[in-house]
Each structure stands twice: as C-alpha cells, then as structure tokens.
C-alpha cells in the first residue's frame, strides 16, 4: 500500500505541469527598489490613519460599514455553524452513550 502511494504521487508529480516561462525573469529579479518605495509611501500614508479609526473612515464611509457589517455576518455564520457541529457531536454522543453504558 505504501509502495502504491509513493508510486502514484511520483507518477503525478512527473505528469504535472511546471510553471510556464513567461519571460518575465525570476520573481527574486525584480527591482526590490520599486518595491520598498511602494510600500514606504503605504506605510507613510496608512499609519497615521491607523491611529485614528474615525479619520480612516472618514472619506469612505460605506466601505468602512460595508466591511464591518460583512465581519458582523462572518462572526454569525461562523457561530451557528459551531452550534451546528456542538449539537451533531452532542448528538452522536447520546447516541453512544446509551448504546455503550448498558
């Protein structure tokens, strides 16, 4: 069985394509000084906003409520999927239980 695993991931990992050169050079030779500048001007313009939540929602509000109300409804899917499984887990438990106490 293990000689069949390693057998069928050696076989997949011959037959998978590799990435295509595109001709765009290795993501390492990329100018890192573009990048640096890029993200200096980020952080100069994003952390004094960050400092005040009010002066970052201030020209964008409804995206600021957009997104905040989008977290609320993640938060609520994700508890009533969890009450979910409690419930299911509290279930086969009983279930268990009661076939393997007597």
């Not at 990329?30 to 906003?49: E, I, M």
Request: aromatic share 6%; charged share 20%; glycine share 10%.
């Amino acid at each position: 069985m293990i000689f069949r695993a390693i057998f069928w991931i050696g076989l997949v990992a011959l037959l998978m394509p590799r990435e295509p050169d595109l001709g765009f050079g290795r993501p390492a030779a990329l100018d890192t000084g573009v990048v640096s500048d890029a993200a200096g001007w980020a952080n100069a313009q994003v952390s004094p906003a960050l400092k005040d939540p009010h002066n970052l929602c201030r020209y964008n509000s409804t995206a600021c409520a957009a997104g905040a109300s989008m977290l609320d409804e993640f938060r609520a899917a994700t508890m009533r999927s969890l009450a979910e499984v409690k419930a299911d887990i509290e279930t086969n438990g009983a279930g268990r239980s009661k076939a393997g106490g007597g």
